[in-house]
């Protein structure tokens, strides 16, 4: 946990470039400061960008930066409120019906049954009703039917959840929201209307070197700027899957771990299936890349 | 000149800023009423814009600091643009209001800054060579002053055209600037094709302030043209792009199906599981389990024409149906000309979109003599082949433009496939306007389809893909 874990907002951009790159990850301009403006405003943030460019990264990274506890729901097809919101705890009011004495009149006990013990409370209503302010993660609001995005506009605008048996719940300390998208469905404009918006795309060379940099410290220099070279080559392919930065900085590892002093056409060969994860797209990467090697046509800074 | 015959600010059409060229009047004073003009051209280009993102954007702006430009730009992006698309038209509009803007102003302050003169002694082949470097290099700053320079340098008087575009043009060839051609031979010469669109950004705004400080006025506010406002990309994006959208068909026909159709009707308890889920509330069965519904599995069949009257649009149809192959499993496509040929093989084994068009030129068998396409012949022999195999839950998607080339259309022979099937759709690579125009007959076959649509970019494909999902929004 660093060492500035606090809860106030920071006072400058500077402040959450630095705070995040403390927490392992770099940011670009626009993410700096949409995270600050987050902070600020107190507004959801809406990220989208393809596969594997840090999105949910830089959820994890904010809850490191600030200290605070990251709750995260994952999104998929036919999520609904009982999975995301709350669920009434059947089995406990069942043996509290069932304990009860004959004596006690209905009344009492449904006024007991349906209180705060009984709820249990799915990752958003724990988001907004814990003390602790936390960073709450919608991972993936697209995989999610188009109800369900409504359901949350309640908890994205207000930070406040309906409960018909209790009443409103209302937000006690204000959650940090981070919802990501890869962009597979259109969202809904009252969703995106309550949401500050981000787009992440993959990094350029150089912001990406730093990156597994400061993940790898240990691969060479001129390893690591051919490995780049390699990633953001088979990037511009046509592929299924194009490499995410994780991977990239999974196979750094793997060459560390490997004690590779060069890539060449086998080293790739051989490690190549950490990138590139689809069989067509392996033949298409070992041909075109490959070629490449041979002819001596990339790392030509290592030469130099 | 033309404010003052300008009508006042009140009476006048909102959005008419300075349409006829002249000066802007002069609006309130301070930042907010010029934050909402930009917000109102914004809405203009076709951004979605509520009074909501306006607040917000205040809000924003006031907690960055408005002296640093590129945060200035992302705060309000954040809070405006709410799509990669909308991205793309707000840094446009972005640039060309406040550019406007602070024209504006220094000609109402009466601001003129010294033009550079000595143009005819600057080396050209000097200046080429800088240019070239730093597009290559991607220096945005030095492409700046180098576009100043080169405007100075061959922008003159005395061969101006006055239209911009043909300006920019001449000083480009000029330049010798040639961009990249598709492939991946590294060539010396060539340059990438962002870089220089960047660069001509910057020799359009010298030349435009030129012209504005020659004339004292600004010229017209022109809407954001197609071409600028597209996501920059070559074919390999718009593969992408008809990849995303399949995915998103796939989603659509996956879920669709069981979502909304009557679904608390059909459901059938499972006694078991329920029975199981009872013990945890002490033998009471509090919550039913329902058998899971078996998804429907559609299953498609794509004919495809690939004539020469279709030749660009049959790019695109490929695209989607190389998409469509990687989405859906029980798929069969076909393609056509004079004869039809089933193609599915083909785009199991191939992967790459370049070998599945050259294999099917090639291998299938679809053209025979003349190259016209014959839809009659077609449905006869696709009938032929696949009636067994037809059923009502097979959905058959036709792409083509239904030209016969004034051959018998066999109108009735296609109803037939479009019974036997459960859907027919019929996607046509041309504007609506040219159906039943000339030999097209798409008349004669609308009738027998569920529904028959335009399409021609991803954006139509996009539409094609709610309709048919039953989407209640059409974007």
Redesign the interface.
């Given at each position: 946990m660093p060492a500035g874990s606090n809860d106030t907002s920071p006072a400058s951009?500077e402040e959450v470039r630095e705070g995040l790159a403390g927490a392992g990850y770099l940011p670009s301009?626009?993410a700096t400061?949409?995270s600050?403006?987050a902070h600020?405003?107190g507004?959801p943030v809406?990220v989208?960008g393809p596969a594997g460019v840090g999105k949910t990264e830089l959820a994890k990274a904010l809850s490191r930066y600030t200290g605070r506890r990251l709750v995260r729901l994952q999104c998929y097809?036919g999520l609904d409120e009982a999975k995301a919101l709350y669920e009434w705890n059947?089995?406990k009011q069942?043996?509290r019906i069932?304990t009860e004495s004959a004596g006690t009149g209905w009344q009492d006990v449904q006024e007991d049954i349906f209180s705060e013990e009984f709820l249990m409370a799915r990752p958003l209503l724990q988001a907004i009703s814990v003390h602790e302010p936390v960073v709450l993660l919608i991972d993936e609001i697209d995989k999610t039917?188009q109800e369900f995005e409504a359901m949350l506009l309640e908890v994205l605008s207000d930070f406040q959840i309906s409960i018909p048996e209790l009443g409103v719940v209302e937000a006690t300390t204000q959650p940090l929201v981070l919802l990501t998208s890869n962009?597979?469905?259109?969202l809904?404009?009252a969703l995106?209307?309550?949401?500050?918006?981000?787009?992440l795309d993959y990094p350029d060379a150089e912001r990406e070197l730093e990156i597994v940099q400061l993940h790898v410290p240990e691969l060479s220099e001129t390893l690591m700027r051919k490995l780049i070279e390699i990633v953001h080559m088979v990037r511009g392919l046509?592929l299924?899957k194009p490499p995410s930065i994780a991977e990239s900085i999974d196979w750094a590892r793997a060459l560390v771990l490997l004690g590779a002093g060069d890539i060449d056409k086998s080293m790739f060969e051989r490690t190549m299936s950490i990138i590139v994860k689809h069989r067509?797209?392996l033949?298409?990467v070992a041909e075109r890349v490959g070629v490449r090697l041979e002819n001596g046509?990339l790392g030509r800074a290592e030469q130099s | 000149m033309a404010s003052s015959e300008e009508p006042s600010r009140a009476n006048r059409p909102p959005g008419r800023g300075s349409l006829y060229g002249g000066l802007p009047d002069a609006a309130a004073p301070g930042l907010a009423p010029q934050l909402v003009r930009f917000c109102d051209e914004l809405r203009r280009e076709g951004v979605k814009l509520g009074s909501a993102e306006i607040l917000d954007a205040f809000g924003a702006l006031g907690e960055v600091s408005w002296t640093d430009r590129e945060d200035f730009r992302e705060a309000l992006a954040a809070t405006l643009a709410k799509s990669q698309e909308d991205r793309r038209v707000f840094e446009l509009v972005f640039d060309r209001f406040f550019f406007r803007a602070v024209e504006a102003q220094a000609i109402d302050k009466g601001l003129k800054e010294q033009r550079f003169q000595g143009g005819d002694r600057i080396d050209l082949d000097e200046l080429r060579q800088q240019i070239q470097d730093a597009i290559r290099a991607g220096r945005d700053g030095d492409m700046a002053d180098l576009a100043r320079l080169a405007v100075a340098a061959l922008g003159g008087q005395g061969e101006t055209s006055g239209v911009i575009g043909v300006d920019v043009q001449r000083i480009r060839r000029t330049l010798d600037l040639r961009q990249q051609a598709g492939g991946n031979e590294p060539g010396e010469e060539q340059l990438d094709r962002d870089n220089i669109r960047r660069f001509e950004a910057h020799l359009r705004r010298e030349l435009e302030r030129a012209l504005i400080h020659r004339t004292e006025s600004l010229p017209p506010a022109k809407p954001l043209a197609e071409y600028d406002r597209a996501l920059p990309g070559g074919p390999l994006q718009d593969l992408a792009q008809v990849h995303r959208v399949v995915a998103q068909l796939k989603r659509r026909l996956a879920t669709s199906g069981h979502e909304q159709r009557g679904r608390r009707r059909s459901r059938v308890v499972d006694v078991r599981r329920t029975m199981r889920a009872s013990l945890e509330t002490g033998g009471v069965p509090l919550r039913l389990r329902f058998r899971p519904k078996r998804p429907r599995r559609p299953e498609i069949y794509v004919l495809c024409d690939v004539s020469t009257s279709v030749t660009s649009a049959s790019v695109f149809f490929l695209s989607v149906l190389h998409a469509l192959h990687d989405a859906f499993r029980k798929l069969r496509s076909f393609a056509f000309v004079e004869r039809i040929d089933e193609v599915t093989e083909i785009f199991e084994r191939e992967r790459t979109f370049q070998a599945v068009s050259q294999k099917i030129a090639r291998e299938a068998g679809v053209a025979d003599v003349s190259g016209y396409t014959d839809y009659g012949r077609v449905w006869m022999e696709f009938l032929e082949r696949v009636s067994d195999d037809l059923d009502p839950r097979s959905t058959v998607i036709v792409l083509g433009d239904a030209r016969t080339n004034g051959r018998e259309p066999h109108a009735p022979i296609f109803g037939l496939v479009a019974a036997h099937a459960g859907r027919t759709f019929w996607l046509n690579p041309e504007p609506k306007l040219y159906w039943n125009y000339g030999d097209s007959v798409m008349a004669a076959y609308a009738p027998y389809c569920d529904g028959v649509f335009e399409c021609w970019t991803t954006k139509q494909l996009e539409q094609f893909v709610n309709v048919i999902a039953g989407s209640p929004e059409v974007v």
């Amino acid at each position: 946990m660093p060492a500035g874990s606090n809860d106030t907002s920071p006072a400058s951009l500077e402040e959450v470039r630095e705070g995040l790159a403390g927490a392992g990850y770099l940011p670009s301009e626009s993410a700096t400061l949409v995270s600050y403006l987050a902070h600020r405003l107190g507004k959801p943030v809406l990220v989208e960008g393809p596969a594997g460019v840090g999105k949910t990264e830089l959820a994890k990274a904010l809850s490191r930066y600030t200290g605070r506890r990251l709750v995260r729901l994952q999104c998929y097809e036919g999520l609904d409120e009982a999975k995301a919101l709350y669920e009434w705890n059947y089995r406990k009011q069942l043996l509290r019906i069932q304990t009860e004495s004959a004596g006690t009149g209905w009344q009492d006990v449904q006024e007991d049954i349906f209180s705060e013990e009984f709820l249990m409370a799915r990752p958003l209503l724990q988001a907004i009703s814990v003390h602790e302010p936390v960073v709450l993660l919608i991972d993936e609001i697209d995989k999610t039917d188009q109800e369900f995005e409504a359901m949350l506009l309640e908890v994205l605008s207000d930070f406040q959840i309906s409960i018909p048996e209790l009443g409103v719940v209302e937000a006690t300390t204000q959650p940090l929201v981070l919802l990501t998208s890869n962009n597979t469905r259109e969202l809904t404009e009252a969703l995106k209307r309550r949401c500050l918006y981000l787009w992440l795309d993959y990094p350029d060379a150089e912001r990406e070197l730093e990156i597994v940099q400061l993940h790898v410290p240990e691969l060479s220099e001129t390893l690591m700027r051919k490995l780049i070279e390699i990633v953001h080559m088979v990037r511009g392919l046509d592929l299924k899957k194009p490499p995410s930065i994780a991977e990239s900085i999974d196979w750094a590892r793997a060459l560390v771990l490997l004690g590779a002093g060069d890539i060449d056409k086998s080293m790739f060969e051989r490690t190549m299936s950490i990138i590139v994860k689809h069989r067509t797209d392996l033949d298409v990467v070992a041909e075109r890349v490959g070629v490449r090697l041979e002819n001596g046509l990339l790392g030509r800074a290592e030469q130099s | 000149m033309a404010s003052s015959e300008e009508p006042s600010r009140a009476n006048r059409p909102p959005g008419r800023g300075s349409l006829y060229g002249g000066l802007p009047d002069a609006a309130a004073p301070g930042l907010a009423p010029q934050l909402v003009r930009f917000c109102d051209e914004l809405r203009r280009e076709g951004v979605k814009l509520g009074s909501a993102e306006i607040l917000d954007a205040f809000g924003a702006l006031g907690e960055v600091s408005w002296t640093d430009r590129e945060d200035f730009r992302e705060a309000l992006a954040a809070t405006l643009a709410k799509s990669q698309e909308d991205r793309r038209v707000f840094e446009l509009v972005f640039d060309r209001f406040f550019f406007r803007a602070v024209e504006a102003q220094a000609i109402d302050k009466g601001l003129k800054e010294q033009r550079f003169q000595g143009g005819d002694r600057i080396d050209l082949d000097e200046l080429r060579q800088q240019i070239q470097d730093a597009i290559r290099a991607g220096r945005d700053g030095d492409m700046a002053d180098l576009a100043r320079l080169a405007v100075a340098a061959l922008g003159g008087q005395g061969e101006t055209s006055g239209v911009i575009g043909v300006d920019v043009q001449r000083i480009r060839r000029t330049l010798d600037l040639r961009q990249q051609a598709g492939g991946n031979e590294p060539g010396e010469e060539q340059l990438d094709r962002d870089n220089i669109r960047r660069f001509e950004a910057h020799l359009r705004r010298e030349l435009e302030r030129a012209l504005i400080h020659r004339t004292e006025s600004l010229p017209p506010a022109k809407p954001l043209a197609e071409y600028d406002r597209a996501l920059p990309g070559g074919p390999l994006q718009d593969l992408a792009q008809v990849h995303r959208v399949v995915a998103q068909l796939k989603r659509r026909l996956a879920t669709s199906g069981h979502e909304q159709r009557g679904r608390r009707r059909s459901r059938v308890v499972d006694v078991r599981r329920t029975m199981r889920a009872s013990l945890e509330t002490g033998g009471v069965p509090l919550r039913l389990r329902f058998r899971p519904k078996r998804p429907r599995r559609p299953e498609i069949y794509v004919l495809c024409d690939v004539s020469t009257s279709v030749t660009s649009a049959s790019v695109f149809f490929l695209s989607v149906l190389h998409a469509l192959h990687d989405a859906f499993r029980k798929l069969r496509s076909f393609a056509f000309v004079e004869r039809i040929d089933e193609v599915t093989e083909i785009f199991e084994r191939e992967r790459t979109f370049q070998a599945v068009s050259q294999k099917i030129a090639r291998e299938a068998g679809v053209a025979d003599v003349s190259g016209y396409t014959d839809y009659g012949r077609v449905w006869m022999e696709f009938l032929e082949r696949v009636s067994d195999d037809l059923d009502p839950r097979s959905t058959v998607i036709v792409l083509g433009d239904a030209r016969t080339n004034g051959r018998e259309p066999h109108a009735p022979i296609f109803g037939l496939v479009a019974a036997h099937a459960g859907r027919t759709f019929w996607l046509n690579p041309e504007p609506k306007l040219y159906w039943n125009y000339g030999d097209s007959v798409m008349a004669a076959y609308a009738p027998y389809c569920d529904g028959v649509f335009e399409c021609w970019t991803t954006k139509q494909l996009e539409q094609f893909v709610n309709v048919i999902a039953g989407s209640p929004e059409v974007v």
